[in-house]
């Protein structure tokens, strides 16, 4: 009797996986149908019964059914008696992004340090080009006064080549970056000899962060404020008071 039990359960548990399998395999070919150049990164069980969580190699992440017939797109929540809504695709965004940013060597970051006691930190993929981000810039002693630490990270958003990739190398190669990143953000040119430097690997990081535009602030839990924030608004969201 007991020898059966435990077949029954090798069998179930066998039939398990191989249910697993089938429906992230058929879900991938499903999305092949539509474009075989879309990569699968992962196929995992949503939070809501039925539901396939499917994050794609464009950082998009989208949902489908077991069959891979109907997909949506769009935010997953969940209603809690303690938070009411939660936006459960946004926590597992903010993990990623917390996750990868973590990977980024500190020494190879633009970092104004705060004044004092750090309160927060955030990180901002900028663009010595886009005029919100030299907006911004203008806003750093502010936060650095405010107890806030600001990390800098390169996003030129014309890609591999253009003009700010240049400039941004320019800074990167500096012998003081912050002073650099300063200079280069008021229209002046720098005088430095090329050097290996981070820009395109930081770039991509953006990219795989879900970085669109510039300036775009991550904070140290992850969480994604694209666009120009005054120092007393990025503050705030950061739980700091003025």
Same mark, same amino acid.
Request: proline content about 5%; charged content about 25%; hydrophobic content about 40%.
């Given at each position: 009797?007991?020898? $059966? #039990?435990?077949?029954?359960? %090798? *069998?179930?548990?066998?039939?398990?996986?191989?249910?697993?399998?089938?429906?992230?395999? /058929?879900?991938?070919?499903?999305?092949?149908?539509?474009?075989? /150049?879309?990569?699968?990164?992962?196929?995992?069980?949503?939070?809501?019964?039925?539901?396939?969580?499917? &994050?794609?190699?464009? =950082? !998009?992440?989208?949902?489908?059914?077991?069959?891979?017939?109907?997909?949506?797109?769009?935010? #997953?929540?969940? *209603?809690?008696? &303690? $938070? =009411?809504?939660?936006?459960?695709?946004?926590?597992?965004?903010?993990?990623?992004?917390?996750?990868?940013?973590?990977?980024?060597?500190?020494?190879?970051?633009?970092?104004?340090?705060?004044?004092?006691?750090? $309160?927060?930190?955030?990180?901002?993929?900028?663009?010595?080009?886009?005029?919100?981000?030299?907006?911004?810039? &203008?806003?750093?002693?502010?936060?650095?006064?405010? =107890?806030?630490?600001?990390?800098? *990270? %390169?996003?030129? /958003?014309?890609?591999?080549?253009?003009?700010?990739? @240049?400039?941004?190398?320019?800074?990167?190669?500096?012998?003081?970056?912050?002073?650099?990143?300063?200079?280069?953000?008021?229209? @002046?040119?720098?005088?430095?000899?090329?050097? !290996?430097?981070?820009? *395109?690997?930081?770039?991509?990081? +953006?990219? @795989?962060?879900?970085?669109?535009?510039?300036?775009?602030?991550?904070?140290?839990? +992850?969480?994604?404020?694209?666009?120009?924030?005054?120092? &007393?608004? #990025? %503050?705030?969201?950061?739980?700091?008071?003025?």
């Amino acid at each position: 009797m007991r020898n $059966k #039990l435990l077949m029954a359960s %090798a *069998l179930l548990s066998i039939s398990f996986m191989a249910s697993a399998e089938s429906t992230e395999e /058929r879900i991938k070919q499903q999305i092949s149908k539509i474009d075989q /150049r879309i990569p699968v990164v992962s196929v995992t069980p949503a939070k809501m019964a039925g539901l396939y969580e499917v &994050e794609l190699g464009t =950082g !998009e992440t989208i949902f489908a059914d077991a069959n891979g017939e109907y997909f949506l797109l769009g935010q #997953l929540y969940q *209603l809690t008696d &303690e $938070k =009411g809504f939660v936006n459960l695709s946004e926590q597992k965004a903010n993990g990623q992004r917390q996750a990868e940013m973590a990977k980024v060597p500190e020494k190879d970051l633009v970092t104004f340090k705060a004044e004092g006691v750090e $309160k927060a930190s955030v990180f901002v993929f900028t663009d010595v080009d886009c005029p919100y981000c030299r907006k911004l810039h &203008e806003e750093v002693p502010k936060l650095q006064s405010m =107890g806030i630490s600001v990390s800098y *990270l %390169a996003f030129p /958003r014309q890609g591999p080549g253009s003009p700010a990739h @240049k400039k941004m190398s320019d800074i990167w190669c500096s012998t003081n970056r912050t002073e650099a990143m300063t200079q280069s953000k008021q229209g @002046k040119d720098l005088d430095v000899e090329a050097c !290996e430097n981070p820009v *395109l690997k930081q770039y991509a990081v +953006g990219q @795989k962060v879900g970085v669109t535009g510039t300036p775009a602030i991550i904070t140290s839990e +992850g969480q994604l404020l694209p666009g120009y924030m005054p120092a &007393e608004r #990025l %503050a705030a969201a950061l739980g700091i008071k003025p």
